[in-house]
């Protein structure tokens, strides 16, 4: 396994003009996160089949050949459970590469559940067991081992010959376009950047707080997002979240009573005053500013025999299929179902997943009658 270090960006370009007069590109980076809310980008991994280069983005002061590369419409760009490497390039580049292709859906489609492991699938597939070990390796270090830059390689070495054998099986299953379909579906979902003035959304028993209690919940979560993108720290680092419900719940005004309520000391030095003030400022909300209750579909009569039913409708279509019930529909995505058929708010801008795409012949005739009577 012959590999090249691109550290200077001159031949960085001359390796993506080669590149681009391909039809596919293997992909891959490794990256450091630890306190940061961002991956730090440490090595970028590109095949072609011929030429393999690791890349060194810190060693490059211009890597606009390889953006270039990324967004060129004629390359298929091929990834293993890319969603972290998405989440690189979104934040480092400001785009996601395009088209692309996750062999870890492309083994979905074959049966394999969603979360089928780049190792074993080589394994099955390719006939070869990969070492392991350097995953969890410090990615940000020069100059990198011989051990990291061989299991650096092998991520996408052996990614060009799993990628043909699992995209003939998907085509003999006829799942190709649908294939096609999932994984640009799911890198959208990557693309998006989270709504922070919706964050308190996500926190942990959020719908246990009253109108006014959300407000400073609102407040506080929505603060404490962007103060981590502006910071690139990861958000418990700011405040941990268990502490803004506390806040929020018992309305804290002391920082005597934050520290009696658990937060962390430097939470309290840091960011006390910042926190009351949210507090404060609820309060004096009117009444018509307040967000909403949070209405938990668990809590609706007749739910769970729903989720019953439902469940019972992908099981079937799993023995119909071959595919796996949590790559069909996850609880996630049968909750969404739920949830638009309940608030009868049926727009076809805002159709579940279960009733879009591939998914929707699947589905839409099995599940409709459940909803008949709602």
């Not at 998907?170 to 294939?179: I, K, L, R």
């Not at 019972?312 to 279509?317: K, N």
């Amino acid at each position: 396994m012959k590999f090249e270090i691109v550290t200077e960006s001159a031949r960085l370009a001359e390796v993506c003009q080669r590149a681009s007069n391909e039809e596919v590109v293997m992909l891959d980076t490794e990256f450091v996160r630890t306190r940061t809310l961002y991956p730090k980008l440490g090595l970028i991994q590109l095949y072609d089949g011929e030429q393999l280069s690791l890349i060194d983005p810190i060693a490059c002061d211009d890597l606009s050949s390889l953006w270039a590369l990324l967004q060129n419409p004629s390359v298929l760009k091929v990834l293993h459970a890319c969603g972290e490497d998405l989440e690189v390039f979104q934040h480092v580049a400001g785009f996601l590469p395009s088209p692309l292709v996750d062999t870890q859906v492309m083994a979905a489609f074959l049966g394999h559940g969603v979360s089928m492991g780049f190792g074993a699938l080589v394994s099955e597939y390719v006939g070869v067991d990969l070492e392991k070990g350097e995953a969890r390796t410090n990615w940000l270090a020069r100059p990198l081992t011989d051990k990291q830059l061989d299991y650096a390689a092998a991520d996408v070495y052996y990614l060009w010959p799993l990628y043909h054998s699992l995209r003939e099986k998907v085509m003999e299953a006829g799942w190709y376009f649908a294939m096609l379909g999932e994984c640009e579906a799911q890198a959208a979902k990557r693309g998006k950047t989270p709504d922070a003035s919706k964050a308190y959304l996500d926190v942990k028993n959020a719908w246990q707080l009253t109108p006014r209690q959300l407000a400073t919940l609102q407040m506080a979560a929505q603060w404490r997002m962007e103060e981590a993108r502006k910071r690139d720290l990861a958000l418990n680092f700011i405040v941990k979240e268990l502490n803004l419900w506390k806040l929020a719940r018992f309305s804290i005004k002391s920082k005597g009573f934050m520290a009696k309520q658990g937060f962390d000391s430097i939470e309290i030095q840091r960011h006390g005053s910042r926190l009351i003030q949210m507090v404060h400022e609820a309060e004096k909300l009117r009444e018509s500013d307040l967000p909403p209750r949070i209405s938990r579909l668990v809590d609706l009569p007749g739910y769970k025999q729903q989720v019953k039913d439902v469940r019972d409708i992908v099981m079937a279509v799993e023995q119909e299929t071959g595919l796996a019930q949590e790559f069909l529909a996850s609880k996630k995505q049968m909750n969404q179902l739920i949830s638009w058929y309940r608030k009868h708010d049926q727009h076809p801008d805002k159709r579940p997943e279960m009733l879009s795409s591939w998914r929707q012949p699947l589905f839409e005739d099995k599940v409709a009658p459940l909803f008949d009577k709602e």
